[in-house]
């Protein structure tokens, strides 16, 4: 029934993990004794606040807290017709409680199951190094014509044979310095992905650190409020 309701379709462990948040939310309903309207409405705030968490991969945390308060206070205060006061101060206050302890607590975990999986495919290209060209072609494919032209020819070419060596020795010093440039740019880049990589991390576990910090920090002042 809630797959039809609040339109489920979803391949698994997906659709198991979001019945189990609406099956919960139902429950809780129970227990605080909401009617049928107020049963409805928070359903339709956890799927929205969900919504509003999967719809990015990048951490929008705060941006969820926000949005689950400026649900809360839309159903909270009567203003037709922007908002109805379909929950008391304390009803909102206990539904806040509960998306933070059983949503927001949990607000990776969620993210990481729903959100697909980005990955960074880094390809490098690199101009202005030598090309290797066609290997030469096998003596025994040459004419015995064109083997004796070249052997009365040898002469001559020997008097160049002095520039033809130091050209090829350019064209390797040229290549070896073209795989030493190669291999240090991969080098250089490896340990910068290391070091972003690094730094995302921490920057990812510190945003979760204060963000329960100031779950605990708010629980006490909404005590004090009752």
Do not use: W
């Amino acid at each position: 029934t809630l797959c039809s309701v609040l339109g489920v379709d979803l391949p698994e462990p997906k659709k198991g993990v979001l019945l189990e948040l609406y099956v919960q939310t139902v429950l809780f309903c129970r227990e605080q004794n909401f009617n049928k309207e107020q049963t409805s409405a928070l359903l339709s705030i956890i799927k929205s606040i969900h919504e509003a968490n999967v719809e990015t991969p990048l951490n929008n945390s705060e941006q969820c807290l926000r949005y689950c308060n400026d649900l809360l206070l839309c159903h909270s205060v009567r203003r037709p017709p922007f908002s109805i006061n379909l929950f008391s101060f304390q009803e909102a206050n206990c539904i806040l409680n509960h998306i933070q302890d059983h949503y927001l607590r949990h607000y990776r975990i969620y993210k990481y199951i729903f959100t697909p999986q980005v990955k960074l495919d880094l390809f490098l290209t690199y101009s202005g190094t030598a090309e290797q060209g066609p290997s030469a072609a096998d003596d025994s494919s040459v004419p015995a014509g064109v083997i004796n032209m070249r052997e009365e020819e040898a002469d001559t070419k020997r008097s160049d044979s002095s520039e033809t060596q130091e050209t090829t020795t350019t064209e390797e010093e040229a290549s070896d310095g073209s795989t030493d440039l190669k291999a240090l740019i991969e080098r250089e880049v490896g340990q910068q992905m290391q070091q972003v990589s690094r730094l995302l991390d921490e920057r990812i576990r510190g945003t979760a650190s204060e963000h329960n910090s100031r779950i605990h920090d708010a629980k006490p002042n909404q005590k004090g409020k009752k």
